[in-house]
Nanobody, 120 residues
Framework: QVQLVESGGGLVQPGGSLRLSCAAS????????MGWYRQAPGKERELVAT???????NYVDSVKGRFTISRDSAKDTVYLQMNSLKAEDTAVYYC??????????????WGQGTQVTVPS
């Protein structure tokens, strides 16, 4: 089992910055990929950014150049630095940890979510 605890959300004005943190505990050694997803009211949850155990990163187009995902392996923590925030970034942000198994199977773990609000 893996437990994830997010922090760092809040209210920020357009153009501002926030840094989200996700602390992992439990079977952290088994995690292959960690990432951030978000869900805005009335919309489906979408992938924001991922980082592999090897440090490779991936971003959704809408946040490229503005958001940066990073990890501190010593602290088992993943961060999402969000700059130049826009109203459309308003959502609940969820931390995700994925563990791969043979034959394309994987298991996801989720944090409780943290609200990010950018007023229009």
């Amino acid at each position: 089992q893996v437990q994830l605890v997010e922090s760092g959300g809040g209210l920020v004005q357009p153009g501002g910055s926030l840094r989200l943190s996700c602390a992992a505990s439990g079977a952290v050694f088994s995690i292959n990929v960690m990432g951030w997803y978000r869900q805005a009211p009335g919309k489906e949850r979408e992938l924001v950014a991922t980082i592999t155990s090897g440090g490779d990163t991936n971003y959704v187009d809408s946040v490229k150049g503005r958001f940066t995902i990073s990890r501190d392996s010593a602290k088992d923590t993943v961060y999402l630095q969000m700059n130049s925030l826009k109203a459309e970034d308003t959502a609940v942000y969820y931390c995700n940890a994925r563990r791969f198994a043979p034959f394309g199977v994987y298991q996801d773990y989720w944090g409780q979510g943290t609200q990010v609000t950018v007023p229009s």
